[in-house]
């Protein structure tokens, strides 16, 4: 269950990061086609893809903060979940450091990083609010159900008269919601 406004503030997010980051992966294509060396076409084109790969990667992780800034509170992350979370970050960057890789791959790894620590300041400012569900789809306590009785059956409960056309309607609309055996049920147990 998302709560109103979080799909539209997704979609925001996706739109603006989308119009400001593609223009930057195409520019880094062209500029990777000048002044940088490729064995062949297909090198160039797999290196561009490579930075679209990397790209969309950062414009999905994202959205979550926009969606935090919007609504002035962070979701719960349980702590395994953020302990979980937090490892993976940092592991990508050991390796990073350790394994030899294009540089570009390296700079993807740390961009796990600082959205992270975005994420880090956004939970120490803003509220945790435990009924949101997390980019996990864990979601903390849930709501207080909202009152499904209709007003004859709360004139009913309070013992308040009702008039017999309103307390037909009630226990009709209590066989709708029962189904088709609900009928049944009942003169079996007026039988008793």
């Known amino acids: 269950p998302l709560r109103p ?7 925001i997010a996706m739109r603006y990061l989308s119009y400001a980051l593609y223009p930057l992966v195409i520019g880094y294509s062209i500029y990777s086609l000048l002044y940088e060396t490729h064995k062949s076409w297909y090198s160039w ?10 790209t969309f990667g950062f414009i999905t992780m994202t959205p979550q903060l926009w969606i ?13 979940t953020f302990t979980f979370k937090a490892l993976n970050t940092f592991i990508d960057d050991l390796f990073a450091f350790i394994i030899k890789m294009p540089t570009l791959h ?5 961009r796990d990083d600082v959205i992270f620590f975005i994420y880090l300041y956004q939970r120490w400012i803003y509220p945790v ?6 980019e996990f789809g864990q979601g903390g ?12 059956e709360q004139a009913i409960a309070n013992g308040d008269a009702v008039s017999a056309d309103a307390a037909d309607s009630t226990s009709n609309a209590r066989r709708r919601k029962k189904g088709p055996r609900a009928d049944q049920d009942e003169s079996d147990s007026q039988q008793d």
Do not use: M
């Open 68 to 80: 935090n800034y919007k609504l002035k509170s962070t979701a719960h992350l349980p702590w395994k």
């Open 106 to 110: 390296r700079i993807s790894c740390f």
């Open 129 to 134: 609010d435990k009924t949101r569900v997390n």
């Open 45 to 54: 084109i797999l290196s561009s893809l490579t930075g679209t790969v990397y």
């Open 5 to 11: 406004g979080t799909k539209e503030f997704d979609v």
């Open 141 to 152: 306590e849930e709501p207080p159900p909202l009152e499904s009785a209709t007003q004859e």
